[in-house]
């Protein structure tokens, strides 16, 4: 009876043991809908290169300067100055700060050998992704100064009520058709992103350069919704492909400021990020959106309201959130250009400085905030709430450790089981010698 007790807890060890191991590896193991990549991966990958990577990158000279109209007004509805906590204006670039080469250029395309006829064959609204303003209303902010966090601007919710309603396919994900699914994924994605920096980086402590964080609003905004957390990685996912797909323009462009030592710096960079495996890996195949003709109009229809959308952020008025929401816009706004434009002529025609330090930021804002959701539900990941991380040199970060495989806890259960005959077999001596 004894040994049989010891054979039962063996069993039911490995059971436990086992459906645990299925459990606990589950999401981390699943492949996100709509790409071709594990959960798990992303995770690794953005904690052992990509996070590191970029934000040495973007803390590069040239990285720094985004040009903007700051002071755009908003088409839609009448919006006033609401920010709650301070930390919301944002000074503009002196003449002497933005690197010298740039105001002498003619132009900031990348493709500075396209004709110009040709580029303003093409450059009308109805052509473009997005709607950066007019040249002579833009001026340059240093980003490095102004690291995304809480300004307690209590607009932000008006906005995005109006870029789901006016401007994202109603009805569910289930009903949705693949092209509608993926552009809703990717505004979702983005409003994720945003609303995480809002919290990990809540409130400045006074008389240093650290933030605390707020754990309440994560949990009740994201902890709790799979869904927003998902389209995070998806998004990061999609920035990457388009990152991949102007690899050889990347890794050909001369990324100067006026310090060729610091230009050959950033181009390193840049080729080591493209070389990284989950840039190389196929992770979302673009090919298979509007591959019918018949969607051609709704291509059309994806790019008007994403168009709108770029609008609609002219209504933020507060001026950080604003440099921001545009920034992420237009970094978003790039991929989704490279992406699905299918005119590469037109993307390679129309590419700017602008949009390339918009895409590299925007992809590593994502990829902060894949950090931060490891940082609030796994408290041992980050114990620091610097600002510093935001745009760290370091290019070290501890990863999370890697959950427990399927394997790895069927050799647990193994053990346990084992452990548990011998304690059975330890106490009462050998069954057979008990009997007599």
């Known amino acids: 009876m004894i040994y049989k007790r010891g054979i039962y807890a063996f069993f039911t060890f490995f059971i436990v043991a086992l459906l645990f191991s299925l459990v606990t590896c589950e999401s981390q193991n699943e492949i996100l809908d709509d790409c071709c990549c594990e959960v798990n991966k992303v995770l690794t990958a953005n904690a052992k290169e990509l996070n590191p990577l970029l934000n040495v990158l973007v803390k590069k000279r040239f990285f720094n300067y985004f040009k903007l109209d700051l002071f755009s007004k908003c088409p839609f509805w009448a919006a ?27 132009t900031d395309l990348v493709n500075v050998s396209v004709p110009e006829n040709f580029v303003s064959w093409k450059d009308s609204d109805e052509d473009m ?5 007019k040249d002579e209303d833009m001026s340059y902010v240093n980003l490095a100064m102004y690291p995304e966090a809480n300004t ?3 607009d932000g919710r008006h906005v995005w009520e109006s870029i789901y309603k006016e401007n994202c396919f109603r009805g569910s994900l289930d009903d949705m058709c693949l092209e509608e699914r993926v552009f809703f994924r990717l505004i979702s994605g983005l409003h994720t992103s945003i609303n995480i920096h809002v919290a990990r980086y809540w409130e400045k402590i006074k008389g240093t350069q650290e933030w605390d964080s707020n754990p309440t609003l994560y949990k009740e905004k994201i902890q709790p919704f799979e869904e927003r957390k998902t389209d995070l990685y998806f998004t990061f996912l ?13 890794e050909n462009y001369h990324y100067s400021t006026g310090n060729p030592a610091e230009a050959a710096e950033v181009s390193s960079l840049v080729k080591k990020l493209l070389a990284t495996d989950l840039t190389c890996a196929p992770n979302f195949d673009e090919s298979i959106l509007f ?87 796994n408290p041992q990941y980050l114990s620091s709430t610097k600002i ?28 346990i089981g084992f452990v548990a005959v011998f304690m059975c077999y ?11």
């Open 152 to 154: 307690g601007y209590l």
């Open 238 to 250: 999609f920035l990457l492909r388009a990152v991949n797909k102007l690899g050889p323009v990347l």
């Open 129 to 133: 992704w997005i709607i950066q303003g």
């Open 291 to 377: 591959s019918d003709p018949e969607k051609e109009s709704l291509r059309q229809q994806v790019k008007t309201n994403f168009r709108n959308i770029s609008l609609i952020m002219n209504c933020v008025t507060c001026e950080k959130c604003k440099v921001y929401a545009k920034l992420q816009t237009l970094g978003l706004g790039t991929a989704l250009k490279v992406l699905l434009e299918p005119d590469t002529n037109f993307v390679l025609a129309t590419l700017q400085r602008n949009e390339i330090i918009a895409l590299i930021n925007t992809l590593r804002q994502l990829s902060n905030s894949i950090e931060a959701v490891e940082y609030f539900e």
């Open 426 to 436: 330890g106490r009462t001596g050998n069954p057979k010698e008990k009997k007599n």
């Open 80 to 106: 006033d100055f609401l920010c709650g906590v301070g930390g919301c204006a944002i000074c503009e670039c002196n003449d002497d700060e933005v690197p010298t080469l740039w105001k002498q250029e003619k």
């Open 388 to 415: 510093e991380e935001l745009v760290s040199t370091k290019p070290e970060i501890t990863p999370k450790k890697p959950e427990p495989s399927t394997s790895f806890s069927f050799i647990a259960a193994l053990v």
